[in-house]
């Protein structure tokens, strides 16, 4: 069982990149143009566990943080981000850095080009593996790592009640030689993603649906998202569904707390895992004004909806 399921999570992660539940908290992760583009700091956090149950099963840990560069000027953004993603006896780490370009649109609206540069590097330890064979050179016997550079780019056109990116990851279609006998090959992927905020009239509500689309050319795969936010006082909280056709539904939850937002999200999967072995993910934000010429300086603010 243990070896099936890593042989399938293999295909997997050769077609696609980490795909989290909550992609709207996460747009930087998927588009660096998203970078400072709406004039705060922003750090966001996420843990999620996928396929919880099996031996070897997906751990992914993702930290990534964005601001306006002021001192060039509100129009430019940096970001800086950390991926770590174990599945069996492969770890990938990903430490990139972002920049983006943003202009005014309109009274209200921006449009922003950003790059990604990035340093991958995936390392197999086979301590944990038992094989029948252990003279098979397609396996090695200690363990071995490899890196290379990656680059992505995307565009994002961001309004107060909408907003519309597309980017591409993996751009050089890099190869990581691991060892003598393996390498892994990362082909480019694409993503179209946007959303809206539809105000409910004469109530405290708010919704928000939502997409990703994302592909290698030669697989696809679709998210739809929809929540309902509420708004009072200061206070808000959030509840919501997700669909991906053919893969899973998601339940979604969560709040801002003393300026920090926490959600929790459970991705069940809809064919050929168990409901009880779905993804659990935890995402964590925080977001503040860094822009010292204005009045309110430093004072805190509840994370992005959008």
């Known amino acids: 069982m243990a070896a099936l399921f890593l042989a399938f999570c293999s295909v997997a992660r050769a077609q696609w990149d980490v ?4 992609f709207t908290a996460l747009k930087s992760y998927y588009n660096p143009a998203v970078s400072g583009t709406d004039g705060m700091l922003d750090v966001d956090a996420v843990y999620s566990m996928q396929m919880v149950g099996y031996d070897g099963a997906p751990s992914t840990m993702y930290v990534g943080a964005s601001l306006p560069v002021y001192f060039l000027s509100p129009r430019h953004g940096a970001g800086v981000s950390f991926l770590n993603d174990n599945i069996g006896i492969f770890t990938t780490t990903r430490i990139g850095l972002q920049y983006s370009y943003n202009i005014k649109v309109g009274s209200k609206g921006k449009l922003a080009i950003g790059v990604l540069g ?16 252990n003279s098979d050179p397609a ?8 890196n290379t550079v990656d680059l992505g780019a995307g565009l994002y056109y961001y309004h107060p009640k909408y907003w519309l990116g597309i980017s591409g990851q993996h751009l050089l279609a890099p190869t990581i030689v691991i060892g003598e006998t393996n390498e892994v090959e990362i082909p480019s992927m694409y993503y179209l993603m946007g959303g809206c905020n ?18 290698d050319w030669d697989s696809w795969r679709e998210d739809i998202q929809c929540r309902l936010l509420y708004e009072s006082d200061g206070k808000e909280f959030y509840g919501g569904l997700g669909y991906s056709p053919s893969t899973s539904v998601t339940f979604l939850v969560g709040g801002v707390f ?6 929790y ?8 895992v168990g409901a009880i072995n779905g993804s659990h993910e935890l995402v964590v934000g925080y977001q503040t004004n860094l822009d010292l010429f204005k009045k309110g300086r430093n004072k805190h603010k509840s994370v992005r909806w959008l």
């Open 118 to 133: 990035a340093l991958m590097s995936e390392k197999i330890d086979p301590s944990d593996m038992e094989l029948e064979d």
């Open 265 to 272: 999200n459970y991705q069940l999967y809809t064919s050929g």
């Open 139 to 146: 396996f090695p016997s200690s363990q071995q790592d490899g």
């Open 258 to 263: 003393h300026g920090i937002s926490l959600g």
């Open 19 to 22: 795909q989290f539940s909550d």
């Open 198 to 215: 539809i105000k409910i009239k004469n109530s405290l509500f708010t919704v928000q649906p939502s997409f990703l689309i994302q592909s």
